[in-house]
């Protein structure tokens, strides 16, 4: 059964959650390719909606090109959003809470237009304060299309969810892909495990989620198929039913052609009945691939 849930995810990338509470002092010095900088959240800093403490800093850049920032700290759980604007007028185009190992983030984004970009350094969780780092490690021009052309040999990530993973706003430990997706492909995610419940999430480039829990009752197996709506960055979260599970798991992410196979539309027709199978809160269901 599909769930929604609070994560950070949803919360974050949605830009009316992130209004300041207080007028944000003015925007921090800019930022510059293969320069880190230092920086500290702190009680005095912008505060957001959701009680987290954010610096903004500023960085320029040209239409079409590759930027990659990294977040790290020892003293919290850090979280990054490329936006433009600050405070109340932060209007943001991506976000990222991990990729850099542990609890280090580390945002990709190609930049739609020449012009000024806000990044905003950010905690996880509510309240935290402490010690970071910045830095744009990569910038360049971008490269023509994704790997991943249609018909593409599909993707397989292993990995271990526990200690040490970032987290969703309830507890449950997550790992974090991304993909570079064109409007019309179709994206099939499949995510299995012996070990735990696996829940599937795609975050979409307006920050919209797809979600999935056991895929036709079968509690080890979440499933996702999704004609994608977008061309932009699409965000693959690997993750558990239950806060705290731990344990190892396989993701499967296939990228087909435009549209449905044959191009055309597929329409069915079904009766929902005794004798069906049902998802584990009781509910009948048919199940189409």
């Known amino acids: ?8 995810a949803s919360h974050v990338l949605l830009p009316a959650a ?12 800019g930022l510059r390719p293969g320069q880190p900088v230092s920086g500290t959240l702190a009680v005095s800093d912008l505060r957001l909606n959701d009680g987290s403490y954010a610096d903004h800093f500023t960085y320029r850049g040209r239409r079409g090109e590759r930027l990659v920032v990294v977040m790290r700290s020892g003293d919290f759980d850090t979280y990054l959003a490329l936006g433009r604007g600050g405070g109340a007028d932060f209007a943001q185009l991506s976000a990222a809470d991990d990729g850099a190992g542990g609890t280090d983030s580390r945002l990709e984004f190609i930049l739609p237009d020449d012009g000024e970009y806000t990044v905003r ?10 010690a970071y780092t910045l830095e744009v490690q990569g910038a360049g021009a971008a490269p023509g299309p994704p790997p991943e ?20 706003r309830t507890g449950e430990y997550r790992d974090s892909y991304t993909l570079q997706g064109r409007r019309g492909e179709r994206l099939v995610l ?8 696996p ?3 795609l975050v979409k480039p307006d920050g919209e989620q797809e979600e999935n829990d056991d895929y036709e009752g079968d509690a080890r197996r979440s499933l996702l198929s999704v004609e994608l709506p977008a061309d932009g960055e699409y965000r693959v979260l690997a993750t558990t039913y239950a806060p705290r599970t731990t344990g190892s798991y396989e993701l499967r992410i296939s990228r087909g052609g435009a549209g449905s196979a044959g191009g055309g539309t ?10 069906d199978g049902t998802l584990r809160t009781g509910e009948y269901r048919d199940s189409y691939t």
């Open 1 to 8: 059964m599909n769930r929604l849930r609070p994560s950070r």
């Open 18 to 29: 992130l209004c300041a509470l207080a007028i944000p002092a003015a925007a921090q010095p």
């Open 121 to 130: 350094a950010n905690s996880l969780r509510k309240g935290q304060t402490g």
């Open 149 to 168: 052309e249609p018909g593409a040999a599909e993707r397989v990530e292993r990995g271990t969810l526990g200690p040490g993973d970032g987290t969703l």
């Open 190 to 197: 499949d995510l299995r495990s012996r070990d735990l419940d």
């Open 199 to 201: 829940y599937l999430i």
């Open 266 to 275: 597929r329409r069915e027709q079904g009766r929902l009945e005794s004798g």
